[in-house]
T-cell receptor, first 107, second 120 residues
Framework: EIVMTQSPATLSVSPGDTATLSCRAS??????LAWYQQKPGQAPRLLIF???TRATDTPARFRGSGSGTEFTLTISSLQSEDFAIYHC?????????FGQGMELEVK | EVQLVESGGGWVQPGRSLRLSCKGS????????MSWFRQAPGKGLECVAF????????????AASVKGRFSISRDDSKSIAYLQLNSLKSEDTGVYYC????FGDGFDIWGQGTVVTVSS
């Protein structure tokens, strides 16, 4: 199965700054990558699909990039509601697999 | 409003069974593949089962960790997807979510989750 690795595990950033989250796939997945945001006690929410396409209602400050094995989620001008856990997921080949999750916390 | 609502979770002893349900509303349920995910306490997400569309032989897929024990099905007349959990183990404990597969555009609609606790 494809192993997804997110780094770092925890990222401390100040409100208003930019956060850069990384996700690596153990083999090429083209652009079959999604990013999800999850807050405590809530279900994941789709932010980005196809590596860079924003889902409905995803603010423009969220930008996805990358292809193949290296992917990045950049969040600009961090708002208080952006501090959460972020998951990357590949859906190129079954089993669809997730990274271990990355917590974005207030610095 | 487009939504999914899971039910059927609870506490169960190891070796026993449980059936989870996922009811969709606000969209044509039959037009979308569906999947079940789970999240163990403090852990990441795992996709455990997938079911395609019911046009002829319906496609199903399972994670290695549940293959042979879990079974996914769907009743489009009721807009419900099911996950039958058999021979449950303590490591099956977690929150189980269903989600709509938007045809290669990620999983765009998620239910609120139902908690399964396997313990003696």
């Amino acid at each position: 199965e494809i192993v997804m690795t997110q780094s770092p595990a925890t990222l401390s950033v100040s409100p208003g700054d930019t956060a850069t989250l990384s996700c690596r796939a153990s083999q090429s997945i083209g652009r079959d990558l999604a990013w999800y945001q999850q807050k405590p006690g809530q279900a994941p929410r789709l932010l980005i699909f196809d590596a860079f396409t924003r889902a409905t209602d995803t603010p423009a400050r969220f930008r996805g990039s990358g292809s193949g094995t290296e992917f990045t989620l950049t969040i600009s001008s961090l708002q208080s509601e952006d501090f959460a856990i972020y998951h990357c997921q590949q859906y190129n080949v079954w089993p669809y697999t997730f990274g271990q999750g990355m917590e974005l916390e207030v610095k | 409003e487009v939504q999914l609502v899971e039910s059927g979770g609870g506490w169960v002893q190891p070796g026993r069974s449980l059936r989870l349900s996922c009811k969709g509303s606000g969209f044509v349920f039959a037009d979308y593949p569906m999947s079940w995910f789970r999240q163990a306490p403090g852990k990441g997400l795992e996709c455990v089962a997938f079911i395609g569309l019911k046009d002829g032989d319906v496609t199903t897929q399972y994670a290695a960790s549940v293959k042979g024990r879990f079974s996914i099905s769907r009743d489009d007349s009721k807009s419900i997807a099911y996950l039958q959990l058999n021979s449950l183990k303590s490591e099956d404990t977690g929150v189980y979510y269903c989600a709509r597969d938007d045809f290669g555009d990620g999983f765009d609609i998620w239910g609120q989750g139902t908690v399964v606790t396997v313990s003696s």
